[in-house]
């Protein structure tokens, strides 16, 4: 298993303007003590970046790949295409757009034998993409899961607490 110093995921965005969603990717990712290693990569203006970033990910330590993009949004699918480590899809809505389906179809819409697990568009879709990758990681990692179950059981509690105060 790699230290807890080498990243073991990997959160990959197209374009500097997909940092204001995917900042809580990443938190939440710190939230279970995971320190990602963070990218902007671009599938259409720096291909071959993208290409030599996928296929040296996983010797680099790294078990999943987390990529967003907006508008025709390839780069998870072309990062999927160059490694066998799970990547996890996340459509944004870029401005001005289509309020993200255009790259939640470009995402999602892979051929067989190349999927990419495709989240929500947008900032739902950036936390819960960080809550799979942990949970993929936590098959493996003990802590992890517990840590997973410590989330879920405060989940419930704030519900339920809200669920109270109606009365
Ligand atoms: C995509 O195009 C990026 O992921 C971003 O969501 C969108 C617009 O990019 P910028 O023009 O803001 O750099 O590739």
Do not use: Y
Not at 84 to 95: D, N, S
Not at 139 to 160: C, S
Request: proline fraction near 7%.
């Amino acid at each position: 298993m790699a230290t807890e110093k080498t990243p073991q995921v990997a959160v990959v965005m197209g374009s500097d303007s997909d940092l204001k969603v995917m900042e809580s990717c990443i938190e939440q990712l710190r939230e279970f003590g995971l320190t990602p290693e963070v990218r902007i990569i671009s599938a259409h203006r720096t291909p071959r970046i993208a290409a030599e970033f996928a296929e040296t990910a996983e010797s680099r330590g790294i078990q999943v790949i987390i990529a967003a993009a907006g508008m025709a949004a390839h780069l998870a699918g072309a990062l999927a295409a160059w490694t066998t480590l799970p990547v996890i899809g996340v459509p944004l809505a870029a401005e001005p757009g289509i309020g993200g389906l255009d790259a939640l179809l470009s995402t999602v819409q892979m051929p067989p034998g190349v999927p990419v697990a495709t989240v929500a568009i947008g900032k739902p879709g950036a936390k819960n993409a960080a809550i799979l990758a942990v949970q993929i990681l936590a098959r493996r990692d003990p802590a992890l899961r517990n840590k997973l179950v410590e989330f879920k059981t405060k989940q419930a509690q704030a519900i339920q607490q809200k669920d109270a105060a109606l009365g």
